[in-house]
T-cell receptor
Framework: ETGVTQSPTHLIKTRGQQVTLRCSSQSGHNTVSWYQQALGQGPQFIFQYYREEENGRGNFPPRFSGLQFPNYSSELNVNALELDDSALYLC????????????FGSGTRLTVV | AQRVTQPEKLLSVFKGAPVELKCNYSYSGSPELFWYVQYSRQRLQLLLRHISRESIKGFTADLNKGETSFHLKKPFAQEEDSAMYYC??????????FGKGTKLSVIP
């Protein structure tokens, strides 16, 4: 059974640029959620995808968008990067939209300069 | 709005001493509460959830709706318990609202 994998592990972007982060969900999981974890903070919910549709969104602006593919993998896209977007981005997958079964990935560390 | 408060950023205890990590929540409905743990260089993982009423690695947590608390307890701390602990609230939709976390350091 494979876990949740995220890529890349680290990246550095310049303010104003766009970035795409990727997540492969755990086998058998059809729901993917994304979280942002700033330094010294707990993870903060960005949005969730279930069967390729966004079915929940946190308090993040529209420049944060996502996709889920038929194989349940997912992308998080952030446009017009700001310095405050620097954070660890976590992907979590679960079966059938069930948050109780969350499995987290190791995260992507994004630094915006 | 949902909110989770973990009042201690850092908690240091001696090996063998009791541990209590505090968590208070704010939510008007019926909450689901979780504890997640992150060991050094490992990913975030579920430790326990209130609906299971289980004990994992000697840790227990009881939901107290009157005090809106879900404190994590262990009678005798071990060195391998040193980690970052996050309390999380599930409410409404599928997302979790996390606290800022408490770093537990067990002193040998």
């Amino acid at each position: 059974e494979t876990g949740v994998t995220q890529s890349p592990t680290h990246l550095i972007k310049t303010r104003g640029q766009q970035v795409t982060l990727r997540c492969s969900s755990q086998s058998g999981h059809n729901t993917v959620s994304w979280y942002q974890q700033a330094l010294g903070q707990g993870p903060q919910f960005i949005f969730q995808y279930y069967r390729e549709e966004e079915n929940g969104r946190g308090n993040f602006p529209p420049r944060f968008s996502g996709l889920q593919f038929p194989n349940y993998s997912s992308e998080l896209n952030v446009n017009a990067l700001e310095l405050d977007d620097s954070a660890l981005y976590l992907c979590a997958s679960s079966p059938g939209g069930e948050r109780r079964g969350y499995t987290f990935g190791s995260g992507t560390r994004l630094t915006v300069v | 709005a949902q909110r989770v408060t973990q009042p201690e950023k850092l908690l240091s205890v001696f090996k063998g001493a009791p541990v209590e990590l505090k968590c208070n929540y704010s939510y008007s409905g019926s909450p689901e509460l979780f504890w997640y743990v992150q060991y050094s260089r490992q990913r975030l993982q579920l430790l326990l959830r209130h609906i299971s009423r289980e004990s994992i690695k000697g840790f227990t947590a009881d939901l107290n709706k009157g005090e809106t608390s879900f404190h994590l307890k262990k009678p005798f701390a071990q060195e391998e318990d040193s980690a970052m602990y996050y309390c999380a609230l599930g409410a409404g939709s599928y997302q979790l609202t996390f606290g800022k976390g408490t770093k537990l350091s067990v002193i040998p």
